[in-house]
Each structure stands twice: as structure tokens, then as C-alpha cells.
């Protein structure tokens, strides 16, 4: 599988149960979200964009994700702290190897960050980032097509100091926004 067929596989809605471990306080934490995967084109603006931010030629782009995700807050956390909301875009930028390449990622908005990726033989697609003083390594894969597991580790000064790992059910393919209601007129009979 190439970058390209792994990004069309996470297209759609699906919810995500994540377990955060954070080493060095002893802290876990659990949360449940909502995820839409969107392919993004070559020629999407948003692309556009994070290649201008990144000086990379937009003509190099293999293709594009934006993954949005919105926390489903049980009745008792939604009183006591926000919900938590956002988004991330992937480019991925091409190279000689089929296999791995360069990758660029704006989280939330924020400027455009260099990375790599690489896809391992058992079909696994492993991102690495740098900035900061910190590292993050993330490995997703799928155990079927309607279900995505993802794992990562953050490091600063060479330490970890916290783990993620999540399972995520594909609730519904593309379109990976909820329909428009209908009108007065559409609904009304003929």
C-alpha cells in the first residue's frame, strides 16, 4: 500500500477511544471523539497553503488529509472543562521512494511542520515530527478496513513522557459531513 491508498482508507466519519498516559506526572486520561477524514486535492487551497508556509512545490504533492475531531464530553466533564476541538492537515510530498517520503502538517492552524513518513511492509504508516525540543512518533494501521488503530510517543531530551493509543471505528464513508437538512420545498410532498 502507498501513502496515497492509506489516506483514502481514513476518508469518513468514524469514533475514536483514546488512552493518554502521561509518564512522568502517573497521570492516564481516557476520552471519546468524533473524527471526519477529508482527502484534500493537489490543488485544494489549504495545500496550497501549507506548501507556501513550508517553501515545497505544490507540484511535488502526492496527496492531502484533513482530519477533524470534536471530544464526546460525558454529561459530568462538560461542566468542568472545554471541549476539545480541532483539526490537523497531512501532505504528503513526493519522493524517490515509494515506500517513505517527506511529510507536512499544520495542526489547528498553526505554521507548517516538516516531517517524514514512512510505510512498513505490514501495511503500517509511521510519522515522525521534530520541534520544540520534542519528538512525536505516531504509527497507524488498519485491522480491517472500518477499524484504525494508532499508537504514539512523545519524547523531549531523548525521554518519553507520553504515550497514546487509540481505536477508531468508521462510522460512515465519504461524505464525512452530515447532509444539509431539507428545505420547506424538498420535503413537501407533490
Known amino acids: 500500500m502507498d501513502i496515497q491508498a492509506f489516506f483514502q482508507l481514513c476518508d469518513g466519519k468514524w469514533v475514536s477511544q483514546r488512552t493518554t498516559h502521561q509518564l512522568l506526572e502517573q497521570n492516564n486520561q481516557s476520552a471519546r471523539s468524533d473524527l471526519w477524514g477529508e482527502i484534500l486535492e493537489a490543488d485544494h487551497s489549504d495545500v496550497a497553503a501549507l506548501c507556501q508556509q513550508a517553501s515545497v512545490d505544490t507540484a511535488l504533492v502526492q496527496c492531502g488529509l484533513r482530519l477533524r475531531w470534536s471530544e464526546v464530553a460525558e454529561a459530568y466533564q462538560s461542566k468542568f472543562k472545554p471541549k476539545n476541538e480541532g483539526s ?103
Do not use: H
Open 88 to 190: 490537523v492537515v497531512l501532505v504528503a510530498i513526493a519522493s524517490n521512494a515509494s515506500n517513505a517520503g517527506q511529510i507536512l502538517r499544520s495542526l489547528n492552524s498553526a505554521p507548517a511542520v516538516k516531517g517524514t513518513y514512512g510505510m512498513g511492509a505490514d501495511e503500517a504508516l509511521t510519522l515522525r515530527f521534530e520541534e520544540a525540543g520534542a519528538s512525536s512518533e505516531e504509527r497507524i494501521w488498519f485491522a480491517s478496513p472500518n477499524l484504525r488503530l494508532r499508537s504514539s510517543s512523545v519524547k523531549k531530551d531523548g525521554v518519553v513522557f507520553m504515550t497514546t493509543f487509540c481505536s477508531e471505528i468508521r462510522m460512515a464513508a465519504a461524505p464525512a459531513t452530515p447532509p444539509a437538512e431539507p428545505t420547506a420545498a424538498q420535503s413537501s410532498p407533490s
